[in-house]
T-cell receptor, first 111, second 114 residues
């Protein structure tokens, strides 16, 4: 079982719609969760982090964490073509605090 | 505040050679982590340094090594390069331990081994 799994994608959404990205993790003791956006040919850019159960909103982005279900998600509201990128979920391991990354979900926002 | 910087940005080396990559973290950040990113394996953790000490290490052979200086700048070295070492090498910095603090990536060094 992979430590961090993301929906494989690619995910295609129309401009203005909500893009929903999912991530599950295997380490029940994980405490820190991060979402990165990576444009093609660029390095990952931190867009959200969440440590507590519930929702955290930042502009058009909302991260949702459910530790009981070992699930973290990212919602992108009012999707724009500039949101077209690969989104990486990262989870901190409880035993050594290393960050484990998922394989990423590629999102394409079509105009 | 300046971001994470990495040098060089691009590198072409021949199999069997060795290479040294450099990373300067965000000012005030004491933790530097290194990652290898390839299309097939995704983003894989190499090692993390905090206050000049290696805190964590990933599952890479001993050909991959690193160090951190007193000013938090870090270098990683790959000896006896193999074709499979061709990848984007990313450095990331954080205030404290990478698992507990937000981590910010540099632009990466694209290494091609021929």
């Amino acid at each position: 079982q992979k430590e961090v799994e993301q929906n494989s994608g690619p995910l295609s959404v129309p401009e203005g719609a909500i893009a929903s990205l999912n991530c599950t993790y295997s380490d029940r003791g994980s405490q820190s969760f991060f979402w990165y956006r990576q444009y093609s040919g660029k390095s990952p850019e931190l867009i959200m982090f969440i440590y507590s159960n519930g929702d955290k909103e930042d502009g058009r982005f909302t991260a949702q964490l459910n530790k009981a279900s070992q699930y973290v998600s990212l919602l992108i509201r009012d999707s724009q073509p500039s949101d077209s990128a690969t989104y990486l979920c990262a989870v901190s391991r409880s035993n050594d605090y290393k960050l484990s990354f998922g394989a990423g979900t590629t999102v394409t926002v079509r105009a | 505040k300046a971001g994470v910087t990495q040098t060089p940005r691009y590198l072409i080396k021949t199999r069997g050679q060795q290479v040294t990559l450099s990373c300067s973290p965000i000012s005030g950040h004491r933790s530097v982590s290194w990652y290898q990113q390839t299309p097939g394996q995704g983003l894989q953790f190499l090692f993390e340094y905090f206050s000049e000490t290696q805190r964590n290490k990933g599952n890479f052979p001993g050909r991959f090594s690193g160090r951190q200086f007193s000013n938090s700048r870090s270098e990683m070295n790959v000896s006896t390069l193999e074709l499979g070492d061709s990848a984007l090498y990313l450095c990331a910095s954080s205030l404290g331990h990478s698992g507990s603090y937000e981590q910010y990536f540099g632009p990466g060094t694209r290494l091609t081994v021929t």
